[in-house]
């Protein structure tokens, strides 16, 4: 009897020691690049990058959760504190077959550094080349999250230089909906410096967002899964 209960609990333990190895082998990164410095340069084409809210208050480079589709297996990520002291870019692949969301432990040599920044000071941009229904360059652009998220806030950051940028989208009724992003009020704000509340209903399919930084310009198109 003690040896059936050893054996069981035996099985248990593999079971749940390959379940652990799986979930770190359905992705791999393929390069990764990063700095910490008071000089680290900001990039000055417009990112929209989509957070969602998780479980952790703070930033980890144990626990950047992103949402994959199985159609972009290649994916790259630029991560900017918003002090534009600390920036990574990282390429990686993934393997999984169907839509949700996977975390990333990316090998930082800043990790207890990147812990003193609060989750929504720290931004994940992560993005897939792509082409739009006409065949022009656009990006996909998939939500992420500090920690396993939990959905209760989502937000697009913005980097934009003075003017209030502004979203555009049409919903199912084919109306166009537009709405006014916020300056992020942190006196450290160098990279992203603007948010905007915004949540996405369906999965099945990106939304084509335009995000518009100028009076009367004509904006920066972006596909945005809504990850939920």
């Known amino acids: 009897m003690k040896f059936h209960n050893l054996k069981s609990l035996l099985c248990i333990l593999l079971s749940a020691s390959f379940f652990s ?32 809210s998780g479980k952790l208050s703070y930033a980890s480079a144990d626990a950047l959760y992103i949402y994959v589709v199985p159609k972009q297996k290649r994916l790259n990520a630029s991560i900017t504190s918003i002090d534009g002291k600390y920036a990574a870019d990282l390429e990686l692949t993934h393997s999984m077959a169907e839509a949700g969301w ?11 550094s990147l812990q003193s920044y609060a989750a929504d000071e720290l931004v ?70 603007h948010s905007c509340d915004f949540s996405l209903l369906s999965t099945e399919q990106p939304a084509l967002i335009v995000i518009n930084t100028t009076p009367d310009g004509i904006g920066k198109k972006f596909l945005i899964w809504g990850g939920n």
């Open 124 to 193: 994940a941009y992560i993005y897939a080349d792509s082409q739009d229904k006409f065949g022009y360059y656009i990006q996909e652009v998939f939500p992420s999250s500090w920690g396993e998220p939990d959905g209760s806030k989502r937000s697009i950051f913005i980097n934009s230089a003075g003017f209030k940028p502004e979203y555009s989208y049409k919903n199912t009724d084919g109306e166009t909906v537009v709405g006014r992003c916020e300056e992020i009020k942190n006196k450290l704000t160098r990279a992203y410096n």
């Open 102 to 112: 996977i975390q990333i432990q990316f090998p930082s040599k800043f990790k207890q």
């Open 21 to 52: 190895w799986a979930q770190q082998e359905n992705y791999n990164i393929t390069a990764f690049d990063e700095g910490l410095t008071a000089n680290v340069s900001v990039s000055g084409t417009i990112m929209a990058s989509y957070l969602v």
